[in-house]
């Protein structure tokens, strides 16, 4: 199983499949990687208790992340 820690903008793209919190300029970057995710759950959160990188947009995060596992 895998995990991925995901930032809130890339979580609701996830969940809803609302793009509409993305900077355009990631969005294809944002697309092809979940789509490559395949089908995932959501799992929970995770506090990093510092900063770290969304696996989906790649952008720096601080705080708190979602964890998103594979179903598949």
Same mark, same amino acid.
Do not use: K, R
């Given at each position: 199983?895998?995990?991925?820690?995901?930032?809130?903008?890339?979580?609701? /793209?996830?969940?809803?499949?609302?793009?509409? +919190?993305?900077?355009?300029?990631?969005?294809?970057? /944002?697309?092809?990687?979940?789509?490559?995710? +395949?089908?995932?759950?959501?799992?929970?959160?995770?506090?990093? !208790?510092?900063? !770290?990188?969304?696996?989906?947009? +790649? !952008?720096?995060?601080? +705080?708190?992340?979602?964890?998103?596992?594979?179903?598949?």
């Amino acid at each position: 199983m895998t995990e991925y820690h995901v930032c809130s903008s890339c979580s609701v /793209v996830l969940v809803n499949a609302d793009d509409s +919190g993305v900077d355009p300029d990631d969005l294809n970057v /944002v697309t092809a990687t979940i789509e490559a995710m +395949g089908l995932v759950a959501h799992a929970g959160t995770y506090d990093h !208790w510092g900063y !770290w990188t969304c696996e989906v947009c +790649g !952008w720096d995060q601080l +705080g708190e992340s979602n964890v998103f596992e594979s179903v598949a």
